[in-house]
């Protein structure tokens, strides 16, 4: 998830922005100007990068990060190595006098930062074992109550039944969505189920490519699929429709051994869910819906041909 930095991390952006001007503003206060036959411009280049992927590291960690320990640590311990760095940096224009206090400031804060960042890391490292725990253990979950097809790797029929009874339970607007693969038995006599397979699993991810994040995408069927869409209006819902046929349409699907591509040919339904309906109910429709356009298709193909 991305994270606005100045609204999210407003105050570590003012930290970060307080270290580099501090850093800039001592150097300009206490330094001399040198002249030019004094600057090393390699050193220049060299410490120029470290200021400029540190600023960089910090921008990466604001963005990609939301508030918390972690993001502080990481956040301030870069901050301090920037400081430092910007300051070795502005030396090689800058002459400064020799002060102790000085030196300290320009040496002490790296380590500190560095140690922090470190902190960060090891922080970083517990929150991640605790989120891989958690996948794991939904995944074991989903495997152990097969509610995963093997071929497709989307969730069976079992899965959709059960996210339909749980989204029927909310007020929210719910549409469910069929898509039919025409003819797939054919296919599979012509070309064998290993390819019908393969076939299937194309299909699965073209519709997850096409699917959102909220939407539950199940192979119902032998050759039969249903997208369940929450909190979905009904322009939503048919222009979702429309993307995934489209998507299925252009699909050129390479058959092993053949350099002709087979284009598949698709059957959508749609129906809308509400509290009034029951789980099976639905699914039983909108099965019906499907059936009846697949006949429809046919009785036009056949009137096509005479």
């Known amino acids: 998830m991305r994270f606005n930095p100045f609204t999210s991390h407003r105050l570590l952006v003012n930290c970060?922005?307080?270290?580099?001007?501090?850093?800039?503003?001592?150097?300009?206060?206490?330094?001399?100007?040198?002249?030019?036959?004094?600057?090393?411009?390699?050193?220049?280049?060299?410490?120029?990068?470290?200021?400029?992927?540190?600023?960089?590291?910090?921008?990466?960690?604001?963005?990609?990060?939301?508030p918390s320990k972690v993001t502080t640590y990481l956040v301030i311990g870069v901050g301090l190595f920037m400081f430092s760095?910007?300051?070795?940096?502005?030396?090689?224009?800058?002459?400064?006098?020799?002060?102790?206090w000085l030196s300290w400031i320009e040496s002490l804060p790296a380590p500190v930062g560095m140690l922090l960042t470190s902190l960060g890391l090891y922080y970083w490292h517990q929150e991640q074992y605790v989120l891989?725990?958690?996948?794991?253990?939904?995944?074991?979950?989903?495997?152990?109550?097969?509610?995963?097809?093997?071929?497709?790797?989307l969730y069976k029929a079992q899965y959709l039944d059960l996210a339909i009874k749980n989204q029927l339970l909310s007020t929210q607007p719910l549409w469910?969505?069929?898509?039919?693969?025409?003819?797939?038995?054919?296919?599979?006599?012509?070309?064998?189920?290993?390819?019908?397979?393969?076939?299937?699993?194309?299909?699965?991810?073209?519709?997850?490519?096409?699917?959102?994040?909220?939407?539950?995408?199940?192979?119902?069927?032998?050759?039969?699929?249903?997208?369940?869409?929450?909190?979905?209006?009904?322009?939503?819902?048919?222009?979702?429709?429309?993307?995934i046929k489209g998507a299925l349409r252009y699909c050129a699907f390479k058959v092993e051994g053949s350099k002709k591509a087979k284009f598949q040919h698709v059957t959508t339904a749609l129906i809308q869910g509400n509290?009034?309906?029951?789980?099976?109910?639905?699914?039983?429709?909108?099965?019906s819906q499907l059936q009846q356009k697949k006949h429809q298709q046919k009785v036009a193909q056949r009137a096509h041909l005479c």
């Not at 797939?184 to 997850?208: A, I, M, P, Q």
């Open 132 to 153: 891989n725990r958690q996948l794991r253990r939904r995944e074991a979950n989903l495997r152990e109550h097969s509610k995963v097809c093997s071929v497709t790797g």
């Open 275 to 287: 509290e009034r309906n029951y789980t099976g109910t639905l699914t039983s429709q909108l099965h």
């Open 176 to 243: 469910l969505g069929a898509i039919d693969i025409r003819d797939f038995s054919h296919f599979n006599s012509e070309f064998g189920f290993k390819e019908g397979d393969r076939l299937l699993r194309e299909v699965s991810e073209l519709l997850l490519m096409n699917c959102r994040l909220s939407d539950v995408v199940c192979r119902y069927a032998g050759d039969c699929f249903m997208v369940l869409m929450p909190e979905t209006t009904e322009q939503q819902a048919k222009e979702l429709m429309m993307q």
């Open 85 to 100: 760095a910007t300051l070795d940096l502005l030396d090689e224009w800058l002459m400064h006098p020799a002060h102790k």
């Open 16 to 66: 970060i922005i307080a270290m580099f001007f501090s850093a800039c503003f001592l150097s300009a206060y206490l330094g001399v100007l040198k002249t030019y036959a004094d600057i090393q411009w390699l050193d220049i280049i060299g410490e120029g990068g470290i200021v400029l992927m540190a600023l960089v590291w910090i921008t990466v960690l604001l963005i990609s990060r939301p």
